[in-house]
C-alpha cells in the first residue's frame, strides 16, 4: 500500500500510550505548532487517510497563504481528539510567541506577551525624591532639591550634598577652606614637621633626615610674627599659633593663613584625635606656659577657649605635646625642682599628668615634641633632636646639631605604620 502524508501530535514529556503509538507510524510530515510542546502529523490514527476538517478555515503562514491544502489545525480535529481521549483542546491564537527568544525579550513589552523576567510587563512611574524636577535616577543629590545640579569637584556628587565640596580629601565641616582645592595642603604621612620662629621643616621618620621647606609667609597685613608651635589633625591639616594668633599652614608650602587672634598665649599646641576628648572629631589644644589646657575653635575669624585642665600643681609647659591614635597622649614639662624637660603621660580629658615616663637626656629646652608608632621626636632649642621610646623615655639616637633653634613640632595624629 502506498504512503501518503499524515499528521502525528507528539507532546513532550508524555508517558500517554496513545502518544506512543502515534510515534510509531510512518512517513512523517510535521507542522511545527507550539502548544504545550505539541508538534503534529496529518494522520494521527495512522489510517494513511487524511483526516480532514474543512469546517474551520485552515492554518496560514505569515504571508497569509495555506501551503498545507485542506488539513486545518486550528479548528477540532477528530483524530487528534480520539487518539489522547477527548483532552487536547486547539492552540489559541494568545498563545503564540512572538519571535525566538520571547520568553527573555523584554522589546515587545505591551504587545499582550509575558516575559519571563519578574516586572519586566509593570511600567514603572519616575520618582523624584526632592521635588526638584529631576528624577532619582539622574539627579546628583536625590533627597536634596538643587536644580542646577552644580558639581564643582566633578565627582558625580553635587555640592548640596556633598560632604567634600572641594574634593580635597578634607570634609568640609573640618575645612578651614571647604570650596578652595589647593588649600588647606596636607601634611605627609611618616613625617614629622618641625620649625623655628620663622622657618618650616620636615624630618623623614624612617631615615631621620631633616628636609626645609621654607620661611613661613604671612599674610602682608601682619609683620614680625614669629611661629612658636604647630600641630596637625587626622586629615592633614597644618595648625600653627604665634604669641598672638592661630593660623593654618599649607606643609608643602608654608604659606600661612589667618583664622583668628587668641585670647591669651600659648608655647605648645597640640591635636587631640576624635575619640579621645571629643568623640566624633578632633580637637585643637592650646598650652599656656603655666600648663593649662584649653581647647580651641576658629569661627569667621574669632578664636573661642574653652579650659579643658592642667598639668596639675608644681607642673609648667616646657613648650609641645602630641597624641598619638592607639599609643596615647604625651607632653614636655619641667618642675621647679628639676629644671629638666621630662616626658610625661598626659591624660587628654583633663591635660592632667598620669605619670612621669622620664627625663629627656639633659636637655632643659624641648620645644617641639612629635610622636610617631612608638617613638617621641624631641626637638631641643639648641638644635639637637632626640629620638625617645615612647614607653620608656630611654633615648634611641640623637641627631646633633641641625643649626636650627628648634621652637616646635608635630606629626599626624595617625600616622603610617613602618
Known amino acids: ?124 512611574t519616575p520618582i523624584d525624591s526632592d521635588g526638584d524636577e529631576i528624577y532619582d535616577t539622574d539627579d546628583n543629590c536625590p533627597n536634596a532639591p538643587n536644580p542646577g545640579q552644580q558639581d564643582m569637584d566633578l565627582d558625580g556628587i553635587g555640592d548640596v550634598c556633598d560632604g567634600d565640596l572641594d574634593g580635597d580629601s578634607v570634609p568640609n565641616e573640618f575645612d578651614p577652606f571647604p570650596s578652595q582645592p589647593l588649600m588647606p595642603g596636607s601634611a605627609l604621612k611618616n613625617t614629622v614637621y618641625a620649625h623655628s620662629s620663622s622657618h618650616l621643616y620636615l624630618l623623614d621618620a624612617k631615615i631621620y633626615k631633616v628636609v626645609p621647606v621654607g620661611p613661613f609667609l604671612w599674610p602682608t597685613s601682619f609683620t614680625g610674627e614669629e611661629m612658636t608651635d604647630i600641630a596637625i589633625d587626622s586629615f592633614g591639616v597644618l595648625y600653627g599659633v604665634s604669641f598672638d594668633h592661630l593660623w593654618v599652614c599649607h606643609p608643602q608650602t608654608a604659606a600661612c593663613s ?101 627625663k629627656i637626656g639633659n636637655y632643659s629646652s624641648i620645644y617641639g615634641l612629635a610622636g610617631w608608632t612608638s617613638k617621641v621626636f624631641a626637638f631641643d632649642e639648641s638644635g639637637d633632636v632626640i629620638v625617645l621610646d615612647v614607653n620608656t623615655g630611654a633615648v634611641l639616637t640623637t641627631l646633633l646639631d641641625t643649626n636650627v633653634s628648634w621652637w616646635g613640632a608635630a606629626g599626624r595624629v595617625n600616622p603610617s605604620e613602618p
Open 1 to 124: 500500500m502506498s504512503k501518503s502524508h499524515h499528521l502525528t501530535c507528539v507532546i513532550l514529556p508524555t508517558t500517554s500510550l496513545a502518544v506512543r503509538r502515534a510515534l510509531t507510524r510512518s512517513t512523517w510530515w510535521t507542522l511545527p505548532i507550539f502548544l504545550l510542546g505539541v508538534a503534529c502529523s496529518d494522520d494521527a490514527d495512522g489510517n494513511d487517510t487524511l483526516s480532514g476538517d474543512t469546517s474551520t478555515p485552515d492554518a496560514v503562514d505569515s504571508t497569509g497563504n495555506n501551503p498545507w491544502g485542506s488539513q486545518d489545525v486550528s479548528g477540532p480535529d477528530g483524530d487528534v481528539k480520539n487518539e489522547l481521549g477527548g483532552s487536547l483542546s486547539d492552540l489559541g491564537a494568545d498563545s503564540t510567541i512572538a519571535e525566538p527568544g520571547d520568553a527573555t525579550n523584554e522589546s515587545d513589552l505591551g504587545a499582550g506577551y509575558d516575559d519571563a523576567q519578574p516586572g519586566a510587563d509593570i511600567s514603572e
Open 258 to 358: 589667618h583664622l583668628g587672634q587668641l585670647p591669651t598665649s600659648f608655647n605648645g599646641l597640640a591635636v587631640l584625635p576624635a575619640g579621645s576628648y571629643d568623640t566624633n572629631a578632633d580637637t585643637l589644644v592650646g598650652v599656656t606656659v603655666d600648663g593649662d589646657w584649653l581647647r580651641l575653635k576658629p569661627d569667621q575669624g574669632k578664636v573661642t577657649a574653652t579650659v579643658i585642665g592642667s598639668y596639675g600643681a608644681g607642673y609648667t609647659s616646657d613648650g609641645d605635646a602630641f597624641s598619638l591614635i592607639g599609643v596615647g597622649t604625651y607632653a614636655a614639662v619641667e618642675t621647679a625642682s628639676s629644671f629638666q624637660s621630662i616626658l610625661a603621660a598626659i591624660n587628654p580629658l583633663t591635660g592632667a599628668i598620669e605619670k612621669e615616663i622620664g
